[in-house]
């Protein structure tokens, strides 16, 4: 664990950085589609984009259990893969260029292994004792008791 310890949130993930990045450079391409493509394509490819980065701190929340964590790198692994999809389209209706599509694909690919090596390594981010609670532990009234906190 002692490689993830300067981790202390999903938005120090490297992933997490650059599947922001991709989606805020897909939004800027999106801003120049024809305005029909409104309901359609561009809110398709800013949906998957956005939310490649939604699952993985998703999966950071659920790291206490391997599986759940697994479960939803592999749900930013598939938004990821359908980016790849929309951006395959907007190339086909001449929406973006072959340069910019290859670029693009390529940063998805890449976001694609990163979610990879933390699957096949999931151990290392679940480990139950590097998780901690960050807040100080709540006490709990109860009519007529005294004070139970949560760790009792």
């Not at 790198?73 to 973006?96: K, P, R, S």
Request: net charge negative.
């Amino acid at each position: 664990m002692s490689d993830l310890e300067h981790v202390n949130s999903f938005r120090d993930l490297l992933v997490y950085k650059k599947s922001r990045m991709l989606s805020r450079e897909i939004f800027g391409l999106t801003k120049e589609f024809p305005k029909e493509e409104a309901y359609s394509l561009f809110d398709q490819i800013r949906r998957s984009s956005r939310s490649v980065g939604a699952q993985i701190a998703e999966a950071w929340a659920k790291r206490r259990y391997e599986k759940h964590f697994i479960s939803k790198l592999t749900d930013a692994d598939g938004e990821q893969h359908e980016t790849q999809h929309w951006i395959g389209i907007a190339l086909d209706c001449g929406y973006i260029s072959l340069e910019q599509t290859k670029d693009l694909v390529e940063k998805c690919e890449e976001i694609g292994r990163m979610l990879g090596g933390m699957m096949n390594k999931a151990d290392l981010f679940c480990n139950p004792k590097a998780i901690s609670i960050q807040e100080e532990q709540a006490v709990y009234l109860t009519s007529g008791q005294k004070p139970v906190t949560s760790s009792q």
